[in-house]
């Protein structure tokens, strides 16, 4: 059966509605062990997400967020929306786009802009038209369209297609420009949000969840909420 879900952002803003079964409101935990319920799944969230257990602070903060009647998905917002979760975000920008660990300063930098209400794929494209990515495919625009195929897409690309983002190039528009070509291209976002269903849904993405899910970030939306949206849908409590 397919469920308009609505959409907020992280102050509770309407952002329009989704059509999909398995992201829906449900019913809460069990009544008769509400605390263990609650704590079960927090710890789950942080293992998936942090790789951690939760600290007391933060599993009695949620605990008492979810009983007063915080719906799932604002708790869940909460936490991808932390310092924490997208410090590990930007890491494993610099891990894969530039092969290196974050700099402190670079991290700091990074999480501010996000705070400020930069998305990771602006702050990708930040990364991978710098002249240190653009240095590691050979100083020249043939090889760095070359390297955005490779790390973005994760496939080598057609000699055609190397010709067309060149003449892309020469037509005036930036190296960022046609680094946010490929970064919220449907290929690549597919990609993205298959990875979040299998970390967290141990699943792939099935038709419509990639219609929807892409379609939003396209739109506008953060990877942020998107995960928030699936570790509080109904399919992933089921799992706790």
């Known amino acids: 059966m397919t469920v308009a879900a609505s959409v907020t952002d992280l102050a509770g803003n309407p952002l329009g509605t989704v ?3 398995t992201f829906t409101t449900a019913a809460g935990p069990d009544p008769s062990d509400p605390d263990a319920a609650i704590h079960a799944y927090i710890t789950k969230v942080y ?24 719906p799932y998905g ?19 920008t610099y891990q894969t786009y530039l092969g290196r660990a974050a700099e402190p300063a670079g991290l700091a930098g990074w999480l501010a802009a996000m ?19 653009y240095a590691r495919y050979g100083s020249n625009d043939r090889g760095w369209i070359t390297g955005l195929y490779q790390t973005v897409l994760g496939r080598n690309p057609a ?6 983002w060149q ?9 960022y420009q046609v680094a946010l070509g490929f970064l919220y291209s449907t290929e690549h976002l597919t990609a993205v949000v298959d990875g ?19 379609g939003l970030i396209q739109r506008g939306h953060r990877d942020e909420e998107i995960i928030a949206l699936i570790v509080s849908s109904v399919e992933y409590r089921a799992k706790v």
């Open 167 to 175: 003449g892309v190039i020469g037509a005036g528009y930036s190296r």
């Open 196 to 214: 979040y269903y299998v970390d967290l849904l141990g699943r792939h993405i099935d038709p419509s969840g990639q219609a929807t899910w892409v």
């Open 47 to 70: 293992n998936d997400l942090f790789h951690r257990n939760p600290d007391p602070t933060g599993l009695a903060g949620w605990t008492n967020a979810l009983k007063s009647g915080t």
């Open 19 to 21: 059509d999909t079964w």
């Open 115 to 133: 705070r400020s209400g930069m998305h990771i794929e602006e702050m990708q494209g930040g990364f991978i038209s710098s002249p240190e990515f």
């Open 159 to 164: 000699s055609s297609e190397v010709d067309s």
């Open 74 to 92: 604002q708790v869940a917002n909460g936490i991808t929306y932390s310092d924490e979760y997208r410090s590990k975000m930007i890491r494993a």
